[in-house]
């Protein structure tokens, strides 16, 4: 279908829905929760297809990992959609209202944004996920997954479509892309007639792109260069559990650590402290010359590793002279999405968390912690390293709007 | 100096700002209002050099007014600024805070955006309100202006520049891009490095070289179609009151009425009674063919004329055969800024205020009310009708971002 129709199709329907009560759009999302279900010989033989066709291409193995499918994983899908059914609507709240004097009757509430595209890439539960997300909150949503997880893609998206019309609203609430080239990407990143918010899920590269072409706003997600720092006051057994778990219990995450400073006054001590703990992950260390003086396994830096994301058993490491070089650094190269301090110290913690800017500041923590989940949320479309509209954990009030509501009795100015 | 120079500045500056309390941001302000109204003879002559190229180049005298300052322009400007001391730092409040099941205490706090350009045209008065508002939020902001007013912009620039130096901040949280050609404006939209945030405050064809061009976060405000829907249950003498202060008590702002819709049960009486009323501005009514029919003066309207804004004493006007029709017309032709219905009938009321999609949405009073101060708000930057971050008036609270600080005491995931 051309995508252009499909955009008209979708933005008619997101009236609709903007109308439906929480009652509807629960019946809804239970109604794709069950067709999940029902339907999951289907979505995995649709998802053999891809993996067939990946395996065929030569597709790394951790990458044909993200895109299988199995019993699991799709009830996974499935519980996560209902589990939005005992989610507060966030649409229809009144965030403020007042009395003017001239008698107006002003009340800010919550509207659905419209149509929200989200382009993603290889991981086809985020079909089902970003769904069920923009559905709760109203919205209507374009999917645009990528080539790799097509036929899953389509199977999905077939099956909520189907489920989302029995249950009385417009198929056309969620539409997937079927144009998996980078033409398709493009039109849509212009469809501000269609589109009122895109959301790119994914790589450095795929959001870049975004933010370059889209004339549509973007809510960019996710790329994380976050660091902790090792402050002279901190707790060196605590620093090194913090940034073990930090780095290496998911390092493929945007909220891993990638960076690790450490004040000059416990460098050996606490580089010590943690080489110990990151060895038995085998982490390679990649540090700058202090640091490769303490510890001889470490494997000298270049400028470019302590700006990059590099989701693996690695970790780029530097020695600062004080709080500000390391808070310096961090504005640097950090990508403004996790930042932590390990400290005791009072001061520097306030320090830090005030001049530090990212979308979470930690003290004494693991950076991991940055999701919606975590936080108490619920379920969330990604991670905001942007400032505009939502940072941090991407959660259903924040794919809403506002609108002025303003009941007047003839008032002229 | 080259631009990208400026914006580095700015963002340095950016960060000292943004540690810098309500006190020391007020005394800049108050500092900045006492330089405007102690060198209102420099800005004076400067402004005349602007004047004087404009009649030299035969500007409308219109355009010439928008461009003149006078002694009580500048109070005002200077008044504007000093009227910010009062209001309430948005920079610091607590969102949202809650301790976690593992002891985790998160807090939402506000904080700036960073780096604001605002690119504007002809109304030199715009470098003193937009550098103040920034200020007061904790943002530092480059100025672009128009060429009209590039004299009359440098000499207020580097006023406020001085005082705000003199009150201890640097002077560059406030600077000026003195090139005004089309090269400087497109390389502000690209600076994503330096450039937080991007506001346009102008005309139509500014906002859409805006949305197209940049790849920095964009708050579009301002083109406003707004509409009046005189309603089958309307009060026509109110009706008429409505349509005539939307209309002509300031044909050339955003929240001006530009076009009307009647029900057609009361087309006759209500479009007579409007008519009278516009009559006394001379207002040139350009309606469809049953407009035409009832009121011989009306000029036939085009297509076009329904998706214009005039800005001007013309309005648009349809008869429509229900309420339907009128909230699809307004889908359609509407610029999402201030839309009203004028009824006496409940259901009526509810169904445009939930149906219509837009920034304000009025019941009974004219759309003129459209504005921050009106709105009980304070000074903004103008209104948002983009539906990410701010919807609306744009006012300090909407210059913030946000930033999650979670104190812990050694937790990981």
Do not use: W
């Not at 903007?18 to 509807?24: H, I, K, L």
């Not at 199995?70 to 007042?98: F, H, K, T």
């Not at 001239?102 to 929200?116: A, E």
């Amino acid at each position: 279908m051309d995508i252009r129709i499909l955009g008209s199709r979708a933005k008619s329907a997101a009236r609709v829905l903007a109308r439906a009560g929480s009652t509807q759009k629960n019946r809804a999302l239970e109604a794709i929760a069950k067709a999940l279900y029902e339907n999951t010989e289907k979505i995995l033989s649709a998802n053999k297809e891809d993996i067939d066709r990946a395996k065929a291409a030569g597709m790394a193995p951790a990458m044909v990992d993200r895109l299988t499918l199995n019993e699991e994983r799709i009830n996974g899908m499935a519980e996560g959609v209902r589990q939005l059914v005992a989610a507060a609507d966030p649409v229809g709240r009144v965030l403020y209202g007042e009395t003017r004097p001239n008698g107006l009757k002003i009340r800010k509430v919550t509207v659905p944004l419209g149509v929200i595209a989200v382009i993603f890439e290889a991981r086809p539960n985020v079909t089902a996920d970003a769904a069920a997300l923009c559905l709760k909150s109203g919205n209507a949503v374009i999917l645009r997954g990528g080539k790799e997880a097509i036929s899953s893609n389509i199977a999905i998206a077939n099956i909520m479509r189907g489920a989302v019309a029995e249950a009385g609203l417009p198929e056309d609430v969620i539409s997937l892309v079927e144009d998996t080239s980078r033409d398709s990407a493009t039109a849509l990143m212009r469809m501000n007639e269609y589109v009122d918010v895109l959301i790119p899920r994914g790589g450095a590269g795929l959001i870049r792109a975004v933010v370059e072409n889209s004339t549509v706003p973007v809510i960019e997600t996710g790329t994380g260069n976050c660091h902790v720092y090792i402050d002279r006051a901190a707790d060196i057994d605590m620093a090194a559990e913090i940034v073990f778990n930090a780095k290496t219990s998911r390092p493929s995450v945007c909220n891993a650590c990638e960076s690790l400073l450490v004040h000059e006054d416990i460098a050996e001590l606490a580089l010590i402290a943690v080489n110990e703990k990151l060895k038995e992950k085998n982490v390679e260390i990649r540090g700058d010359e202090a640091v490769c003086a303490i510890l001889p396994d470490a494997v000298p830096a270049t400028e470019e590793d302590f700006g990059r994301e590099f989701l693996d058993y690695i970790i780029s490491a530097r020695v600062v002279s004080n709080i500000d070089q390391a808070i310096e650094h961090i504005a640097r190269f950090g990508t403004g999405h996790s930042e932590c301090i390990v400290t005791e110290d009072y001061n520097a913690a306030q320090k830090f968390l005030d001049e530090v800017d990212a979308a979470a500041v930690y003290v004494n923590a693991s950076t991991r912690f940055t999701d919606g989940g975590e936080f108490g949320f619920g379920a969330e479309i990604g991670i905001s390293t942007q400032k505009l509209h939502a940072r941090g954990p991407l959660g259903l009030d924040k794919l809403t709007s506002e609108k002025f509501i303003i009941l007047g009795s003839g008032q002229i100015r």
